[in-house]
């Protein structure tokens, strides 16, 4: 028997820039994955950047010394199954948890 959960390729990929954005400050964005980012990730970074916490140049997402204390906000925009779960409405709630 074995736990855990099944990772497609979106979820490695974006799991990857997580991960490079919370230990190294900065990820490079793969190409070939630019529609995803650009449906989910774009509008959130491009809010940070305005924020200056990232910087943004091309591929290179980084973040900034200003940025660092909001590194979850910066994470966050690379969490699609947080934010499609947001735009379906399902901000703040549990599956099946009742109130």
């Not at 954005?21 to 491009?46: H, N």
């Not at 997402?61 to 204390?69: D, I, Q, S």
Request: glycine share 10%.
């Amino acid at each position: 028997m074995r736990k855990g959960y099944f990772l497609n390729r979106e979820d490695v990929v974006f799991r990857r820039h997580i991960l490079d954005i919370a230990c190294k400050g900065y990820t490079f964005l793969d190409p070939s994955w630019m529609e995803v980012y650009l449906e989910w990730s774009r509008p959130v970074l491009q809010q940070l950047e305005e924020d200056g916490i990232v910087e943004m140049d091309g591929s290179c997402v980084r973040l900034t010394a200003e940025g660092f204390p909001y590194l979850r906000h910066v994470c966050r925009a690379f969490d699609l199954h947080l934010l499609r779960g947001e735009r379906a409405g399902e901000i703040g709630c549990v599956r099946g948890a009742r109130l």
